[in-house]
């Protein structure tokens, strides 16, 4: 079975976003985000997408619209969550990739939690889902200056 693994970086308020974009720009979390999911299929929103406006090398980018007259020439198109992880099935791990809505409708069903936990509560209008501590256990934690690289199981 597909183990799945949200990834995210978000700040102690949980705020992941802003008018479409990052509200940071954390170079050394961009590397660690390509080290982690190099080589696993990704699932992302449409709207996230649009954000980087390419497929990431290396990686299936599997991206979710209602928009059945949607396409990109470097990705595939899912119509539901269901349906891009079904598209992502081969493989031994899928990584959830954003944003807010995606990560809300994906977290009931993942075993890993990969977040960059920011010392900073910056402004923003998208949010990572609020999670229930007591269902996960931290099991990787590497600090940085001003963030963390943090793994969280499920269990
Ligand atoms: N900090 C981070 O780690 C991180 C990571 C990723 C993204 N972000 C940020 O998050 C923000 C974008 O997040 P968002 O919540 O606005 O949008 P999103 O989750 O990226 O995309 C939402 C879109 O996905 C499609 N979608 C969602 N659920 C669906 C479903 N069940 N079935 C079919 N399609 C579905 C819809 O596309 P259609 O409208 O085309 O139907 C919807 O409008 C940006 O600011 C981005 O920079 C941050």
Do not use: C
Request: hydrophobic fraction near 40%.
């Amino acid at each position: 079975m597909t183990a799945i693994t949200l990834i995210a970086a978000l700040g102690s308020n949980r705020v992941i976003g802003k008018d479409g974009d990052m509200p940071w720009h954390l170079p050394e979390d961009l590397k660690h985000f390509k080290a982690t999911t190099m080589g696993h299929p990704m699932v992302m929103g449409r709207k996230t997408f649009d954000t980087i406006g390419r497929a990431l090398p290396g990686r299936r980018t599997i991206v979710i619209t209602r928009d059945t007259t949607w396409s990109h020439p470097e990705v595939e198109v899912a119509h539901s969550l269901a349906d891009a992880l079904f598209l992502a099935g081969p493989a031994d791990e899928v990584f959830v990739v954003g944003g807010g809505q995606v990560y809300a409708e994906a977290m009931p069903f993942a075993q890993r939690m990969v977040l960059t936990e920011i010392d900073a509560a910056p402004e923003g209008d998208t949010f990572f889902p609020e999670w229930d501590r007591a269902q996960w256990h931290e099991s990787a934690r590497e600090q940085r200056d001003g963030f963390a690289f943090v793994t969280y199981e499920r269990g």
